[in-house]
C-alpha cells in the first residue's frame, strides 16, 4: 500500500491534556493466556472498579474485536499477525484518546508480545500473564472450544493444535487457580497506581 501522499494529522488537543482532564494516565494493559484462563473475566473486574473511580477505561477482548474489525482473520499465523496489528494500532488510538486500554488477548507468540511491548516503547504498557493449567482451561471451557479442537473440528487451537509460550519477563503474574476475582483485580489496580497510571504529575 502507497503511504507517500498519507500524512498522519496532529490534533490539536494532546493527549497530555486529555490525562489532565481525566485526572489519570491512559496506557495499554496486555492480559495475555489461554483461552478460558480468565483473561476477560478478570479485565472487565478491573474496568468496573477503574469506571467507579472515576477512570476512563475500556476492555478490547479478542472475541469482540474478531466479531467487527477483524471478522475477515483466520487463525493461521499469517492472519494472526494481522489480528494483532490491527489491534495494537486501534489501541495506541485509545490510549492517544485518554483512556486505559485493558486488553484481553491470547496473542500465544513471545515474538508478538514483544511487538507491542516495542510499539508501545514504554509507554504505559504492562504485560500481566493470566496463568491457568491447559487442564483447567479445559474444565471450565464456557464455549466448547477445547472439546472441538481436541476432535478436530476447530484447527490452530492455541494449547491444542497451537502452541502457547509462556510470557519471559511479564509485569505481573496471575495464576487464576490459586488467586480469586478479588485478589486479582486487586493486585492489577495495585500495579496501575505503582506505575503511577492512576496518577497525573
Not at 484481553?104 to 507468540?109: D, E, V
Request: neutral net charge.
Amino acid at each position: 500500500m502507497e503511504l507517500n501522499n498519507v500524512i498522519w494529522d496532529n490534533r490539536y488537543v494532546k493527549r497530555e491534556e486529555r490525562n489532565q482532564f481525566n485526572k489519570h494516565k491512559s496506557g495499554f494493559v496486555l492480559l495475555t493466556g489461554l483461552s478460558a484462563s480468565g483473561k476477560s473475566t478478570i479485565a472487565h473486574h478491573v474496568e468496573r472498579k477503574l469506571f467507579n473511580r472515576g477512570v476512563h477505561a475500556y476492555v478490547l477482548d479478542g472475541d469482540n474485536i474478531r466479531h467487527g474489525l477483524n471478522s475477515n482473520l483466520g487463525f493461521d499465523r499469517e492472519d494472526r499477525k494481522e489480528n494483532l496489528r490491527r489491534i495494537v494500532e486501534v489501541s495506541k488510538l485509545f490510549v492517544d484518546a485518554g483512556i486505559v486500554v485493558l486488553g484481553a488477548f491470547i496473542f500465544p507468540y513471545y515474538e508478538d508480545r514483544e511487538y507491542i511491548r516495542r510499539r508501545f516503547d514504554g509507554d504505559n504498557f504492562l504485560e500481566i500473564y493470566v496463568k491457568c493449567s491447559i487442564e483447567m482451561c479445559e474444565k471450565r471451557d464456557p464455549k466448547g472450544q477445547y472439546q472441538k479442537a481436541r476432535a478436530g473440528i476447530i484447527k490452530n487451537y492455541t494449547g491444542i493444535s497451537s502452541p502457547y509460550e509462556e510470557p519471559r519477563n511479564p509485569d505481573l503474574v496471575i495464576d487464576t487457580e490459586r488467586t480469586d476475582i478479588a485478589n486479582a483485580v486487586q493486585l492489577i489496580t495495585a500495579l496501575l497506581a505503582e506505575r503511577r497510571i492512576l496518577d497525573v504529575d
